[in-house]
């Protein structure tokens, strides 16, 4: 008992030491910048996003540690509270209906914005300007049907429909079959129906499969997916706000923030200019032509003039 | 006297289908007179309990039909002298339609037959068609050796023999191999909900995405009881072939 109760003790005495000297070495090194630890969930787009911030910071000088590449909402944003990451991309429903469980749907990217930084500000953590990219579900169809028969909207569609009883079928999964937000929410707002024959519910997985082979006009998927771009599909515009926002946004931990202020400036330069169709085509060089997120993420911030 | 009797055991076989009847419309009035919540009493009623119910006998019906009208002759056709040889040839490719997972098959038609019926029908109808090959080539290869010689003896044709002899004694066999078709068919037709066909599936599947039991169970519930049910009257009438003979 003594032995193992005086290692005990001189463990935690070794690691006070330990603390101290670590402490006060890193502290000589206030000359240079920090180390800058950026994650990401595991999925295509957050690859892209984490890889993006990675270049951009590294090009300004800082030393970055790549954190990317986690799976789950939650583990993110624990990642985020226990300073694993110093930052990462968010999306504002996201943050909203999961991490900050609300229950009522947002539908305005301004507003959503503004109630995820205020609420999370408290929280300790800073939402930069957020990016137009909207990763929310999406109603799309054939980029010849769209334009032959002039549906660009969802309130098109709705009257092409109302017009043309039988003639439009769609394609849906089970999940959005039954969702109050899902297909019945959309045509009681928009005002049209179709008949049971008319709407197919099926597998995410075949979905846009489904419609690029004309099975069906008009398809769900979700707004930013890389095939939307290999299969010439395109999104209707969700003109009467039915769809939550999912805008990206970088959430960047305040302590962080605060002792590297460059880090909102560069972040916000490149924000804007990321929307609905570049996030599509960065992941369809992902996804479809199977490249590294990596090389996509340098030759898009190039190509941009953000870095040499 | 007699009459009676008959009606009296008439009666009985009726029972334990009704019951079954019985059960199915006591759960659906349940889930559509006290839903758990509002996304379930929008979900379900009973035009959609009774459009999916459809849906899933009607591609239970069709692909059951086609296998038997297949299979059939196909068993009778290898079981011929001339064709003998290549039955081992034939079950095994038919063997190996079936060793493929069904959600396999059912992805691997969307591509050639589109969404919807005709694939959930097609895969269907490859899994039921080993069960009732094997059983019409068991049953006939069955018939003993001593009453075909006799059969022979007395100058019946082949074609006598075929019908009159070897298709009525195997009878029960091939009707067993229909009736094992069928009911596993009823089970696998739900994953026809996964490429737009219909049925019962989208009850599961859509109850179990949105996590509402009431729904799932729904689904899980009148499918089996599909099964039970359509399983109890084959019997009823394999029954009544043998008693027949």
Known sequence: MNIKKS???????????????????????????????????????????????????????FEVEDKTSVAGSDKVRMALE?????????????????????????????????????????????????????????????????????????????????????EITTAIDHEFSIRPDGYPGIQELYGFSQSEDAIKIMDLGIMYKTLQDGQVEVAMGFATDGRIAAYDLVNLEDDKNFFPVYNASPVVRNDSLEKNPEIKEILEKIAPLLDTDT???????????????EEVAREWLQKEGFID | MISTKISKSKFKIFIFPLLLLLIAFVYSFYVVNWPQDKIVANYVSYNKILLSLMQHIRLVIVSASFAIAVSVPLGILLTRPKFKVYSNVVVNIVNIGQTIPSLAILALFVGLLGVGFKSGVFALWVYSLLPILNNTIAGILGVEESIMESAKGMG???????????????????????????????GTATLAAFIGAGGLGDLIIAG???????????????????AILTDYLMGLIEARLKNKQ
């Not at chain 1, 999961?98 to 609420?119: G, I, N």
């Not at chain 1, 169809?141 to 109302?162: F, V």
């Open chain 2, 208 to 226: 179990n995405n949105i996590n509402r039991w009431q729904i799932v169970i729904l689904g899980a519930l009148l499918s089996a009881l599909l």
């Open chain 1, 279 to 293: 996030m599509t085509q960065l992941n369809y060089e992902v996804d479809i032509n199977e490249r590294e997120p």
């Open chain 1, 7 to 61: 290692n005990f003790m001189k463990g935690i005495l070794f690691s006070l030491v330990l603390v101290f000297i670590v402490g006060t070495l890193s502290a000589c090194g206030g000359g240079s910048k920090d180390v800058i630890k950026v994650g990401s969930k595991e999925f295509t787009e957050q690859l892209l996003l984490g890889q993006i911030t990675i270049l951009a910071l590294e090009d300004a000088g």
């Open chain 2, 156 to 186: 019946m044709t082949k074609r006598r023999i075929l019908t009159k002899i070897e298709l009525p004694l195997s009878y029960p066999v091939i009707m067993a191999g229909i009736r094992t078709a069928v009911t596993i068919n009823i």
């Open chain 1, 82 to 166: 226990n300073g694993d990451f110093d930052l990462y991309w968010e999306y504002t429903g996201t943050a909203w209906l999961s991490q900050l469980q609300h229950d009522e749907p947002l539908t305005d990217s301004q507003e959503a914005y503004e109630k995820v930084r205020d609420e999370d500000a408290g929280n300790g953590f800073s939402w930069l300007q957020y990016a137009p990219l909207d990763n929310t579900y999406t109603l799309m169809m054939r980029r010849e049907d769209s334009e032959n028969l002039g549906i660009k909207s969802i309130s098109d569609l709705a009257k092409y429909i109302n017009e043309n009883p039988g």
